[in-house]
């Protein structure tokens, strides 16, 4: 059954620019295996998914809200907050405490951060339900995971930068690409569509491309497929990953899999490994041969 998906102080009006092309998740190179091995809210002076799937279900309307201000004029923890809000969105509104625990602060913080950017127009706020973004909150995010996702891209494939600490260095980055360099990227990788985690990067209108895959641990025995999809945040897990040679563009074959979540036995691009349902059930991958998954 179907996953949650789905996390530019220069840009201007993202709607207003040309989309990017996409290409295929097979197009994207192989991944380079790993080396082995919070704060509250700035003041905003005043307010700023795939294309079949809307991200934004805002509580209430955007008709009455005041113009949005420039991306540039939100502080780094704003649009931490924004991306944090969109990523944790897709069940519904997000809570003050869930929110508060994305972000590693205390819940107080949270709270005023809510009211900062409700202010600006940029989420929509139930007491006691939750918060939502509006679309132009969703569009700041969006540009911050287009820009975290690029610079994903630009580090890995261009300075060869592992994949293991690639998010650390986008988190550090993602506030700062201007349009020159955003188009040089653009230019050296050629438009990607996925991050080397296998994420979608959105383009400059805001949409992308993401078909659901089911997981390593949905697939059958006998199965078939191309590893597509891994977390991009947890470096230990990505090192632990890379040393099985399980990483995007990896080609799998399940051969065996023990009943009650029990761990499975599988090929690796040849490699024997055997995996447990945890770590399988959060790699996905694309079937090749058979077409049975197992049910939800």
């Not at 991944?31 to 809307?54: D, F, H, K, L, Q």
């Not at 969105?89 to 809570?95: A, M, N, S």
């Amino acid at each position: 059954m179907p996953r949650s998906a789905a996390r530019s102080l220069y840009l201007a009006v993202p709607a207003l620019r040309a989309r990017v092309p996409f290409a295929r998740h097979r197009d994207f190179p192989p991944a380079r295996a790993p080396e082995p091995s919070s704060c509250p809210i700035a003041a905003v002076s005043s307010p700023r998914g795939t294309p079949s799937r809307p991200y934004t279900d805002a509580m209430e309307t955007d008709a009455a809200r005041p113009a949005p201000p420039p991306e540039r004029d939100l502080s780094r923890s704003a649009q931490d907050y924004l991306k944090a809000i969109y990523k944790l969105q897709d069940d519904g509104p997000v809570l003050t405490s869930a929110l508060a625990e994305r972000m590693g602060v205390a819940a107080p913080s949270a709270t005023n951060a809510i009211g900062r950017l409700a202010d600006a127009g940029l989420l929509s706020h139930v007491p006691y339900r939750g918060v939502r973004l509006t679309e132009r909150g969703a569009a700041v995010a969006l540009e911050v995971i287009r820009h975290h996702r690029l610079w994903e891209a630009f580090l890995h494939r261009a300075l060869g930068v592992p994949l293991d600490q690639l998010h650390d260095e986008a988190e550090r980055l993602e506030h700062e690409l201007s349009d020159v360099l955003e188009d040089h990227i653009l230019r050296v990788l050629g438009n990607p569509a996925f991050d080397p985690h296998g994420d979608p990067i959105p383009g400059r209108d805001g949409s992308f491309e993401e078909d659901w895959l089911p997981t390593l641990a949905d697939l059958v025995t006998g199965t078939g497929a191309i590893v597509r999809r891994v977390p991009d945040s947890d470096p230990e897990f990505l090192r632990y990953l890379g040393a099985l040679g399980i990483l995007p563009s990896a080609r799998i074959e399940i051969l065996a899999r023990e009943p009650y979540l029990g761990p499975l036995r599988l090929t690796v691009d040849g490699a024997e490994r055997v995996i447990g349902y945890e770590l399988a059930s959060r790699v996905q991958a694309e079937p090749t041969t058979g077409d049975e998954i197992t049910p939800g």
